[in-house]
């Protein structure tokens, strides 16, 4: 069977790391348009590059670990389907949860990339605006290798191919406000797949779904995924 996953930051809100749409409409006590887009990147570098380095240091130092879910999908992945993970967050729990590929259509915090040469390097420690392109030897362009709003997605070409062969859609812990990821269940009920969200609550576009499951992440995935390779 093919089944396309896409993850939002709810499937990593049990392992503590917070979602962007807390009741307050702030990202970690920010306006995204202060911290996630080009123009705020062009106005206060400093301030967007502590942002992600604040987001990088709690991921790599504040004892967050893959939750049941993160985990359940790796053994997804591992089974005689065909699976396509594509996630929005930009942490690095799905592998540590031992997915073998994962689709980051937002990028990675654990990425940088230089905005002369294009190169995309590993990056564990805190970006500064007179950062060096190791390739390129330019100063001062580097940058998260996110995708801000109003950017490009990553990866669009192989997730629309993969959503186009899918016999089953399942979104998790996405609020389903984010385009074009928010779009993908009527492409997937389009090509015929069975419609699954997973999520504490409704989200946005819930009605374009055949399935709902309502409920923690760390839960409703385990028991989805045990159903599927018990069957
Ligand atoms: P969102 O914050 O807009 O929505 C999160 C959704 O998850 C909500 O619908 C909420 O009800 C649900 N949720 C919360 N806890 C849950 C749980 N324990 N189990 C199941 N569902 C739960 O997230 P989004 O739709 O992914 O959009 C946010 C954007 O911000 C993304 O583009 C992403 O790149 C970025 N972001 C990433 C991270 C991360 O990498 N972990 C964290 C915050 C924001």
């Given at each position: 069977m093919n089944?396309?996953?896409?993850?939002?930051?709810?499937?990593?809100?049990?392992?503590?790391?917070?979602?962007?749409?807390?009741?307050?409409?702030?990202?970690?006590?920010?306006?995204?348009?202060?911290?996630?887009?080009?123009?705020a990147y062009c106005a206060n570098p400093e301030l967007v590059l502590s942002f992600y380095n604040a987001r990088r240091h709690a991921l790599l130092n504040t004892g967050i670990q893959p939750n049941a879910a993160h985990t359940a999908l790796a053994r997804l992945q591992y089974s005689h389907h065909d699976v396509t993970l594509i996630t929005q967050n930009v942490d690095n729990l799905h592998e540590r949860g031992g997915s073998p590929s994962v689709l980051h259509m937002h990028g990675e915090l654990l990425k940088q990339i230089c905005t002369g040469c294009a190169d995309v390097t590993l990056i564990e420690w805190a970006q500064t605006v007179r950062d060096v392109c190791a390739c390129c030897s330019a100063v001062g362009t580097l940058r998260p290798d996110i995708v801000w709003f109003g950017e490009m997605p990553k990866l669009m070409d192989e997730i629309y191919s993969a959503l186009d062969r899918a016999d089953v859609f399942v979104a998790i812990g996405t609020s389903?406000?984010?385009?074009?990821?928010?779009?993908?269940?009527?492409?997937?009920?389009?090509?015929?797949?069975?419609t699954i969200e997973i999520n504490l609550e409704a989200s946005d576009v819930a009605p374009a779904f055949a399935e709902h499951r309502i409920g923690p992440a760390s839960e409703q995935v385990v028991e989805w995924v045990n159903e599927l390779l018990a069957d």
């Open positions: 089944i396309v996953i896409l993850t939002g930051a709810g499937i990593s809100a049990e392992s503590g790391i917070k979602t962007f749409r807390g009741n307050d409409g702030l990202w970690e006590n920010h306006r995204v348009e202060d911290v996630a887009t080009p123009e389903g406000r984010v385009y074009p990821a928010a779009g993908f269940v009527e492409v997937a009920s389009a090509s015929g797949a069975h």
